[in-house]
């Protein structure tokens, strides 16, 4: 079928025509055009009038009289013109039926939606794809996309027409863009190709499209000032005089119905039905109509609760609150005004009386937990002056609570928990998060005047999930949204692709962001290993292991929620286990600064978890969480991981899992950048008695670790968690010679700063090797023995005045005694 | 052909904004003026005056001595607060009365104004060609 005919069997297709001819810019030229030219008339007129009598006007009388009737004429003209462009504007929007953002009224015979139509329209003299990319809607999402004219251009020119065999379908309901973007991925395999090209998936494509439509349906519906709900968006003249006046309340409180937010369109995308519902449910019981609402820490919780706002706005709620006020309590103004328990039982007691006495008002506390613990900060009991209102039916009241808090505080206060209906508020998917951002965006846009591609808001909502663990993803990606279009402003940016997300992100956070590796990170990883081994000898197959680990995450190939690797080095003490540590810090993080460390073996007794995460009741804040807060991004090292206490061990069970964990005050730290290393010397008899057999621990790993299992100290689960368990063996003598070598270089390196040379034998190595390590330290005592043995000399030598610049110190056996010679 | 095929398609789009005109957005000016009229009704806060004709100005009342009986204290407090409460009952009967009354007037005159609109929209369409040619005969005839 030919689109022309698929077109004509909609009644839409005449108002495409029409729109074909005098599109909305077209339309918007001609009014304002119209109404400047009739001001400018109005004004010739007035003058006319003022000024007709004067001698210059008689003087060209003629002339005047010849243009009084044309520039009549022009007004006529000009009135005539304006009113057309708004009668076509209704015509318009009056068959304009929103997909997105409202009801939508098309009924089957339309067969499609008004934006499908748009493609169809454009691509009757072609064929859809051709369509779809010369439409106004195509245009916009492929600028959304970051698609360039030039590309899109190629590729329409390279795309050859072809006049479709088989149309779009969606099994007999009304046709949406969506399907003919379906439609594309199944029969134009070119435009699927150069969308992969551009690194464009479909839900992208999607994503961008439903954005675009979106954009030009709120913007239609904004003008359609004639719908009720438009109409009614302000509230009465004279609304106040039925309530009872509320004196007190009103010192303390707001009336939700003005805020901003529950007349924003934007705010209606994400879905809270089912969560509304329930609180109708609750607030039309019998008795204790009251609803808790229990959810992360920010604002979500009071999104469901706008959402209801605009529902009781346009009497779509349930009869028991059908025409009532929802005001919300300000604690903090409470909390200010209250300075002792006497004033504050007062005020909560009037404000709850005002409630009843003005039968119209629904209470709104925005977090209950803080008006209990005002309350007890006064002496005041809370939960007993407040019981007694909730139990009465003449009261309603809606308390958010964040999840944390609710298990501590409200859940065992029976009393209290009693008298509400528990709600959870489930947080919003990315997909919603991208939608409510999106929406913002419009607006920002025309504030910053810049342009956000849909990679950069996908990127902004993703950002802000996987970057910032705490609070609520919706509330972090929208300050986001806030804090980077300044930003691009500032730094003279006026279109925000991902790439300025992850550069604003980067900033903001310190952590590299993931999906762009620079040249010089590029070769970092690529060399791991040999950088790593420059370091740390001995330990090859640590190094692998870590290294591949590294690799996966900077490639996005890891999981996205849990930290970036976490492995358990098993082997006797002084093999290279801190150092391999340290090592990582240095050449992944930049800096052994990067690396911090934590004792296992101070975390022993039962406040261990009180010192890592702080403690509530006591409000200090834990080491953990304040290292972690400050440096989200590095190597934490937990030396001696088995000495830890049991809830220790679940903690890092949990942050191994998830990612992330909370403090005291129940804020989530993120630990998604960190790389945990817990080493452990458990098990080194084992790898003693495998070595000294001439076996290699590596082949004998899960020997090993069942070991170490069967003591008890490790539990399977806990190893089990780790992204790798690596045995580290003990060094053999090789490995310690170039040991000794390494530190006696950094050694010599030192001291050519003071223009000395140091020269030894591999007989001093030896000697170093003999005296300077154990069986059971390995070379740990090394760097002591050198500093102790050499280094000491050296500087003995050069108090005394013999080493001075341009000498040499000659380091030498004798007698089973290391001396130095200068030279 | 062509030609015929654009005159077609041309009386075909006439037709169809006609067919508009005089069908769906006739009966969508009943549903803008239903809309307004309720705007009216919302804006000056009729509904909620009328049902609340009879309560005290802002609720403002005093309460009644708990126990009544006939000593001279509680029954002067009685009177008091019976007058008190008439007075702020009086008052909120006047002071709507008044409101009501602006609002009334107001929807009555759009309503009034209703068939005014009703001729307009149905004489849009031939008052904007007489405006267009009208201005042209003005400026080159006259």
């Known amino acids: 079928m030919k689109i022309n005919d698929y077109l004509k069997q909609s009644s839409l297709n005449n108002i495409l025509s029409v729109e074909s001819v005098v599109s909305n810019n077209f339309r918007n030229k001609i009014s304002k055009l119209s109404k400047s030219i009739i001001y400018i008339i109005l004004f010739i007129f007035i003058f006319y009038f003022l000024f007709k009598n004067s001698t210059n006007f008689i003087l060209y009388k003629k002339i005047v009289d010849f243009l009084i009737p044309k520039i009549i004429g022009l007004l006529f003209i000009n009135i005539g013109l304006l009113l057309f462009s708004k009668l076509i504007d209704f015509y318009f929007s009056s068959t304009y039926y929103f997909e997105k953002i409202s009801k939508n009224n098309y009924s089957k015979d339309e067969i499609y939606t008004f934006s499908a139509g748009r493609v169809f329209y454009a691509g009757r003299k072609t064929d859809i794809l051709h369509g779809f990319i010369d439409s106004e809607i195509g245009k916009e999402v492929f600028l959304r996309l970051g698609i360039s004219d030039i590309k899109k251009k190629s590729f329409y020119n390279f795309q050859k027409i072809e006049q479709e065999n088989v149309m779009p379908k969606n099994e007999g309901n009304i046709m949406k863009l969506e399907d003919i973007i379906n439609y594309f991925y199944d029969y134009k395999p070119t435009f699927v190709n150069f969308l992969n090209e551009e690194g464009i998936s479909k839900k992208d494509l999607l994503g961008a499209l439903n954005w675009v439509i979106y954009r030009i349906e709120s913007e239609e519906y904004e003008k359609q000032w004639w719908r009720s709900e438009i109409l009614l968006r302000n509230k009465g003249l004279f609304d106040d005089w039925s309530f009872g006046k509320t004196y007190v309340l009103d010192r303390y409180s707001r009336n939700l119905i003005e805020d901003e937010e529950v007349n924003s369109e934007a705010m209606t995308i994400s879905n809270r039905e089912p969560e509304i519902i329930q609180i109708e449910n609750a607030l039309s019981k019998s008795s204790g109509s009251n609803a808790m609402l229990v959810g992360n820490p920010g604002q979500e919780k009071m999104q469901v609760i706008w959402s209801l706002c605009r529902n009781l706005k346009k009497k779509k709620v349930a009869t028991s609150i059908l025409g009532k006020k929802a005001i919300l309590l300000s604690v903090n103004s409470l909390a200010r005004v209250c300075k002792n328990k006497d004033s504050f039982e007062e005020q909560i007691q009037k404000i709850f009386n005002e409630i009843i006495h003005s039968g119209k008002i629904f209470l709104v506390i925005d977090n209950l937990t803080e008006l209990i613990n005002t309350a007890k900060s006064l002496g005041s009991d809370f939960t007993n002056i407040f019981s007694p209102f909730l139990k009465n039916n003449a009261i309603q009241v809606i308390s958010l609570v964040n999840t944390n808090d609710f298990h501590q505080y409200i859940e065992q206060d029976k009393t209290l928990s009693n008298n509400f209906e528990v709600i959870y508020i489930k947080p919003l998917s990315t997909e919603e998060i991208i939608k409510i951002i999106s929406a913002s965006a419009l607006k920002i846009e025309k504030q910053y005047n810049i342009y956000f591609t849909y990679q950069a808001i996908k990127e902004l909502a993703e950002g802000s999930i996987y970057y910032f663990s705490d609070g609520v993803s919706s509330d972090k990606a929208v300050s986001l949204l806030n804090e980077i279009s300044p930003w691009a402003k500032r730094n003279n940016k006026i279109i925000i692709s991902k790439d300025e997300v992850l550069d604003f992100i980067e900033k903001k956070t310190n952590i590299p962001t993931s999906g762009r590796i620079s040249i010089k990170e590029k070769d970092k990883l690529i060399n791991l290993e040999e950088l790593l081994q420059k370091r740390v000898i001995g330990q090859n197959d640590a190094i692998i292991a870590i290294s591949n680990a590294l690799r996966r995450a900077r490639t996005g190939v890891r999981s996205q929620n849990k930290p970036i690797g976490s492995f358990l080095f098993f082997g006797p003490t002084g093999v290279g286990k801190t150092e391999t540590t340290k090592a990582l810090a240095y050449v992944f993080f930049g800096g052994e600064e990067n690396m911090m460390r934590f004792d296992m073996s101070e975390y022993q007794t039962e406040d261990a978890i009180e010192k890592l995460i702080g403690s509530f009741t006591t409000g200090k804040t834990g080491i953990l969480s304040n290292i972690l807060r400050e440096k989200q991004y590095g190597v934490v090292l937990l030396d001696e991981f088995e000495k830890a206490n049991k809830d220790v061990l679940n903690l890092f069970l949990q942050i191994f899992d998830e990612g992330f964990f909370s403090d005291m005050t129940g804020t989530k730290i993120n630990t998604r950048n960190i790389i945990f290393i817990a080493t452990s010397n458990v098990g080194a008899d084992t790898i003693f008695k495998i070595v000294s057999e001439g076996k290699n621990p590596k082949d004998f790993q899960d020997e090993i670790i069942a070991n170490i299992v069967s003591r008890g100290l490790f539990k399977p689960e806990l190893i089990n968690r780790f992204d790798g368990t690596i045995i580290f063996k003990p060094l053999e003598h090789d490995d310690l010679s170039k040991i000794a070598n390494l530190m006696l270089k950094k050694v010599s390196e030192r001291i050519l700063e003071k223009g000395l040379s140091m020269e030894y034998s591999d007989e001093v190595v030896e000697y170093i090797i003999t005296n300077g390590t154990n069986k059971v330290f390995g070379a740990r005592p090394m760097n002591r023995f050198i500093q102790d043995s050499i280094e000491a000399q050296i500087a003995k030598l050069i108090i005394s005045g013999e080493a001075v610049s341009g000498k040499i110190i000659k380091f030498i056996v004798k007698n089973d005694d290391l001396l130095a010679e200068i030279i | ?142």
């Open chain 2, 1 to 142: 052909m062509v030609y015929n095929n654009t005159c077609m398609n041309f009386l075909k789009t006439i037709f169809g904004y006609l067919k508009w005109h005089y069908g769906k957005a006739l009966f969508s000016t009943f549903i803008l003026w239903r809309n307004l009229l309720f705007f009216l009704i919302h804006f000056f806060s009729l509904k909620s005056l009328l049902t609340n004709f009879f309560t005290p100005w802002r609720k403002l009342t005093e309460s009644y001595p708990q126990n009544f009986d006939l000593s001279s204290e509680t029954f002067k407090k009685y009177i008091s607060t019976f007058t008190v409460n008439t007075i702020m009952r009086i008052f909120g009967m006047v002071l709507r009365t008044f409101a009501i009354l602006i609002g009334l007037v107001c929807c009555l005159s759009f309503i009034l104004i209703l068939p005014a609109t009703l001729v307009f929209w149905l004489a849009l369409p031939f008052l904007i060609i007489s405006l267009l040619l009208f201005g042209l005969i003005l400026i080159f005839f006259s």
